[in-house]
C-alpha cells in the first residue's frame, strides 16, 4: 500500500511546487493544505492537484489547528510533512490524539533561533514528536545539532531546481538602470539588512573606484538606512544603481556579468546564488552558512572571507580580467546546479525518505 502523505504549507515558493509535481506524477499519494491565495493554486489545480485552503495565522492557531485535525481524522495519513515553523506547531498539536500518530516531517531553511534555553522551540522542531528535520543544507543541519537536537533528526536535503527556470533578461534590460552596454555589471540581490553586508561590497566598489567599467546593480529593499549614507560618500556612486525590489530580479541577474553576496550573517542555502548560478553567472560569496555548499571556490565561483573589502575587490578584478577565466566559472555553475541541486534528486530523496519513515512505523 503507497503511503499516505499530507504536506501543509503557508505559501509554496517554486521549487515546491515542482516537487509536488513529480511526487504526484510518481505516484504519491499526497494531499496539500495551504494558504488560499497561495500563488501557485492556479498551476496546480490545472493538473488535478487540489489544494485545501489553510490560514495559518500563527502558531498556536486553534482554527488551523482542528483544520489539520479534522483532515488526519478523515483519512489515515502515514506522514504530515510541515513547511514552515507556524505549520509545524499547528501540525503537531493536530496530530497529538491521532492514533496511530502519523510520522512528523518538518523543513527548516534557516540558520538560527532554535535555541536549547528557549521554550518555545518545543513547540516546533526540539518537539518529541518531530520523526525528522530536513535541512536546506548541511550547515543548517550542523546548526541543530549544536542545540542539542538528536542527529537521527536531522538529514540534510538541498531544496532543488531546475536551469530551465530561468531566462535571462537581454542586455537592453540593464538600460533602464543607466548602466552602460560596455560596463562590467556586477549585481547583488539581498534584503539589505546589516548581516547581508552590503555595506562591504561599497567598500569594496571604492577600492575598485579608478576602473570604471565596473557597475553595481543592488537589487532588493534597503533596509540598513546607513548604506545609502555611506553610497552618496563614494566616488563611484554613480555606478551603485540601487533598483529595489524587483519581481524580474532572477531575469535580471542573467543579464549582468558576476554576482557578489558579501554576507556577514547566517545564509541556509541562499536563493540568489542558486539562481545565479542556474544562468551560468558566476558568484563571488562568503564563507558563511551554506554558501560553501554551493561554490567551489576557484571552479564555479570565488569565496572570500566576510567583513573583507579588498578580498572583495581582489575577487572582482580576477574574474573581470580573464573573459575566457569568466566564460569557464559560469559554464561549471550551472552544471554543479544541473548535478547536485536538481529538482529531481530532490523529488528522489523525498520518496525514499518517506519509504523509509513508514518502514519504521
Known sequence: MKPRILHVYREMDLPEVHIVELLRARGVDLDILCHPNNPHNERLARQGIITEPL????????????????????????????????????????????????????????????????????????????DKILCVSAAVADYLLSTGIPE??????????????????????????????????????????????????????????????????????????????????????????????RKDAAQLIGACDAMVLPTRGSEGLPKAIIEAMAQSVPVIGTTVGGTPELISDGEDGYLVEPNSAEAIASAISQIASNPERLKSLGIAAKKKIQESFSVTRTADETIELYSQLCETR
Open 55 to 130: 490560514l495559518c495565522r500563527h502558531r498556536l492557531d486553534t482554527k488551523t489547528i482542528r483544520a489539520i485535525q479534522t483532515k488526519l481524522q478523515n483519512k489515515k495519513y502515514d506522514i504530515l510533512h510541515a513547511y514552515t515553523s507556524r505549520t509545524l506547531s499547528t501540525s503537531i498539536f493536530a496530530a497529538r490524539k491521532i492514533q496511530p500518530r502519523p510520522r512528523i516531517v518538518a523543513y527548516r531553511g534557516a540558520l538560527g533561533n532554535v535555541s536549547k534555553f528557549d521554550p518555545t522551540t518545543q513547540l516546533t522542531f526540539r518537539n518529541n514528536n518531530v
Open 152 to 245: 537521527s533528526k536531522i538529514q540534510t536535503m538541498y531544496k532543488g531546481h531546475d536551469v530551465n527556470w530561468y531566462t535571462s533578461s537581454d542586455r537592453e534590460a540593464l538600460d533602464a538602470f543607466d548602466i552602460p552596454r560596455d560596463a562590467f555589471v556586477l549585481c547583488c540581490v539581498a534584503n539589505m539588512r546589516p548581516s547581508k553586508g552590503v555595506d562591504v561590497l561599497l567598500k569594496a566598489a571604492n577600492l575598485l573606484k579608478d576602473d570604471m567599467r565596473f557597475h553595481y546593480l543592488l537589487l532588493g529593499d534597503v533596509r540598513d538606512p546607513k548604506l545609502r549614507e555611506l553610497a552618496r560618500t563614494l566616488p563611484v556612486r554613480d555606478r551603485l544603481h540601487f533598483a529595489g525590489w
